[in-house]
């Protein structure tokens, strides 16, 4: 029968053709191949053992890809995260030890996963913040839906929320203890220890205020 | 009509009118925040400056100059034509005015705004009125740079309390003086002034006085920024979480038409902002309506009741079926309420025809404070509408004599609120055989029912209610029914069936289809009059 069409020419192929070795005897044998793997096994197992003993191991995260054991004995030994590794969140707080938060929403409005509920209030009458800004009478972050993106932190105008606590989230054995209240997240500390910022934060009546009002200006 | 040329856009005016207000009516905005369309022009925030081209045989008025030269390093001489607010211009036949065309007019308005912001405290984040703030939305369209004072700005008064409703923030305010204005032309108590002049500018109340009376919340209202504040809905909530539903406040029969803003998440309302329309409120509303919002939460009646148990809705219903079971429908009241919507009224009529009584009465809030301003005394919201559809209800009063008489053993109402809280009323309530009420609030009828059945609320479900003046408008859903509250002519429908009787009407469809046409001259449609 006739073709209807020219046959297509071949394809040039684009790839190198994986060139097998060839099938020796000895291959072919099976037992001394075995024995040679073996030897590679355990050439690997005395240097590691060597490498224990001798208390020389690559490290974990400098050499991980070095020669040489570098897993380490979670969770007895633990892995340092790197400097802007994003963790738990934390609340800051001012001098005196409230937070520094004023409720704006910005970090729940930002939140893509929607893990914030924040119950704006006013202070007490008496306190120096009263009439003039809020403060969170509830904030609420569910660590099992937040993603970790960061846009909270991004997004905050005062620098009272921070990931910086450099700890992962623990696992619970029950889903409300993700759920991390206020005294939790003030409770949370950055690495060096410290519940504040190095970010000042000046206030109107602070001796540190620059500004000038009507009772001390100078007009 | 004599018409001007906007940008090269034909605008039609009335004579005298501005160019802002023409454009306004065409729905263009010239920028603006001291110009408000029911107020004065004190033309002084300087936002509305536009570029007016000489007419014929006429020089162009230009002012000399000097502009920063970045390559020569030095300021050279320059002419502009001089900016002119459009506020305070009136508009003339053929004259030809230019915006957003001008460079000229785009860089002034870059720098009124960096002048207005130079000792603004960019305190968004604790600032109510972020979101919808007139600093924040012109800095974006009209701004976009940084200011370039490096000195601290001035500091002012913050958090003033200026009466029982209102807190001032000087710092953020702007001096646009529509509050001035708005309480001296509006409100007629010319109670607020300003006081200082230049960095120091403020607006104060007059000594000895509080901003009260009825109209101080308009006064955060008119404020384009976050300087003046209600106390009510301070730190409550981020506007931009609220949607706002196109609402009639149920304070009065005035009917004044707002934007309920709720927030969705929780089902929750938080305040009333008035909605203009030239027809009923301009642009304006009461303390005691702004503050009405409220009665989606407070006294609502959530939960069907029969014999003092709580009761699922069908129980309830066949509870209320079984005391009236043995009674003849032409010997059953209806009362109407004049708090509920047309839409309910009606199918308590129809309840009415096929039961066969002919005895109709109604009830509502009592009378109340009165002004020429826009509070009336009747305090429901659709007395108009109960009266168009049955022209000789019998009042609240007339009920209870009647119930003394022994002419009414057995009553269906709508609306758990009597005009008065007479003890001697709970007294002849009692009395009745059966009282089955539909009720969105708690009242006296809600309160001696045998058998109540919860109803939605003016924020949960849409209705049509008909103001004073004959206006029919319609007031949007906001949230979700509370509880297991139901639309009370679905309630209405229900309970006819309950009773063995065929309801025609069985969808708000139904309802409306046959709302317009049975009930009222259709001279005049739902909403009839547009939003300005």
Not at chain 1, 169 to 196: C, M, N, W
Not at chain 2, 106 to 135: M, T, W
Not at chain 2, 194 to 213: D, H, K, S, T, Y
Not at chain 2, 367 to 384: C, H, Q, R, V, W
């Amino acid at each position: 029968m006739a073709r209807a069409f020219p046959k297509k020419p071949p394809a040039t192929l684009n790839a190198t053709p994986v060139q097998y070795t060839e099938k020796t005897a000895t291959v072919q044998a099976y037992i001394p191949e075995i024995i040679k793997g073996l030897g590679v096994s355990m050439r690997h197992f005395f240097a590691n053992t060597r490498d224990m003993v001798r208390g020389t191991r690559p490290d974990p995260v400098t050499e991980r890809y070095a020669d040489g054991v570098s897993t380490i004995s979670y969770p007895e030994q633990k892995r340092p995260y790197p400097q802007r590794f994003r963790g738990l969140h934390r609340l800051t707080t001012r001098e005196d030890g409230s937070p520094r938060c004023v409720a704006c929403l910005c970090c729940s409005t930002a939140c893509p996963a929607q893990c914030i509920f924040i119950e704006a209030g006013e202070y007490p009458e008496g306190d120096k913040r009263h009439g003039y800004e809020r403060y969170p009478v509830k904030f609420v972050i569910d660590e099992l839906r937040c993603i970790f993106c960061g846009y909270c932190v991004e997004a905050c105008p005062c620098d009272a929320i921070r990931m910086d606590t450099g700890l992962h989230p623990v696992p619970y054995d029950s889903r409300d203890q993700f759920i991390y209240k206020k005294d939790i997240l003030l409770g949370l500390t950055a690495r060096d220890g410290s519940h504040e910022t190095a970010n000042p934060r000046h206030e109107p009546g602070d001796p540190t205020h620059p500004g000038i009002d009507r009772e001390r200006g100078a007009h | 009509m004599p018409t001007f040329k906007l940008d090269g856009k034909e605008i039609p005016f009335e004579p005298g009118e501005s160019i802002i207000k023409a454009a306004w009516r065409q729905g263009i905005e010239v920028p603006h925040y001291c110009w408000h369309p029911g107020l004065s022009a004190p033309a002084n925030c300087r936002m509305c400056l536009v570029e007016i081209k000489p007419g014929p045989n006429q020089r162009a008025m230009m002012l000399d100059v000097v502009e920063w030269d970045p390559k020569l390093g030095d300021y050279r001489p320059r002419q502009k034509p001089k900016l002119l607010p459009a506020c305070q211009m009136p508009a003339v036949d053929g004259q030809e005015v230019l915006s957003d065309t001008s460079p000229h007019v785009l860089e002034a308005r870059s720098h009124v705004q960096e002048f207005l912001l130079l000792n603004h405290p960019v305190d968004c984040p604790i600032c109510d009125q972020a979101g919808e703030c007139k600093l924040q939305d012109y800095w974006l369209e009209h701004q976009g740079t940084q200011k370039r004072m490096r000195d601290e700005p001035i500091h002012k008064p913050k958090a003033v309390s200026f009466g029982a409703t209102i807190v001032y923030d000087a710092e953020r305010c702007v001096m646009c003086t529509r509050c001035i204005r708005f309480m001296d032309e509006v409100a007629g108590d010319p109670v607020l002034d300003m006081r200082e002049r230049g960095n120091l500018n403020e607006i104060f109340v007059a000594p000895g006085r509080q901003l009260e009376g009825r109209y101080t919340f308009m006064v955060e209202h008119v404020c384009p920024v976050g300087a003046l504040t209600t106390k009510d809905f301070r730190f409550k909530a981020r506007v931009w979480f609220l949607r706002s539903a196109k609402s009639v406040c149920q304070g009065c029969a005035t009917g004044c038409n707002a934007f309920l803003d709720y927030d969705p998440r929780f089902g929750k309302v938080y305040r009333y902002r008035p909605r203009d329309n030239e027809a009923v409120n301009k642009f304006w509303m009461c303390d005691d309506g702004m503050l009405s919002y409220r009665a989606a939460h407070i006294g609502r009646v959530t939960e069907a009741r029969a014999d003092g148990k709580k009761k699922g809705v069908q129980s309830a219903l066949e509870a209320a079926a079984a005391t009236l079971k043995d009674v003849p429908g032409k010997s059953v009241a209806i009362v109407m309420s004049a708090a509920h919507s047309q839409e309910d009224n009606w199918a308590m009529r129809e309840l009415a025809r096929m039961l066969g009584t002919t005895a109709i009465y109604v009830t509502g809030a009592g009378a109340g404070y009165e002004d020429d301003i826009l509070i009336d005394k009747d305090k429901n919201s659709n007395t108009a509408g109960v009266i168009e559809l049955v022209p000789d209800v019998k009042s609240f009063t007339q009920l209870v004599s009647d119930i003394r008489s022994g002419g009414v053993t057995h009553v269906i109402a709508l609306g758990g609120v009597t005009p008065r809280t007479d003890p001697e009323d709970a007294t002849a309530l009692g009395m009745l055989g059966a009282l089955v009420t539909i009720a969105a609030h708690t009242g006296q009828l809600s309160e001696a029912a045998t058998v109540l059945l919860p109803a939605t609320s003016w924020a949960e479900a849409s209705g049509t209610f008909v103001n004073k003046t004959g206006l029919r408008q319609l007031a949007e859903k906001a949230i979700e029914p509370q509880g297991a509250s139901l639309p009370a002519w679905e309630l209405a429908s229900l309970l006819a069936t309950a009773l063995g009787l065929e309801p025609s009407f069985k969808r708000l469809k139904d309802v409306r289809s046959r709302l317009v046409g049975a009930a009222v001259p259709s001279t005049r449609d739902v909403n009839e009059s547009a939003s300005t």
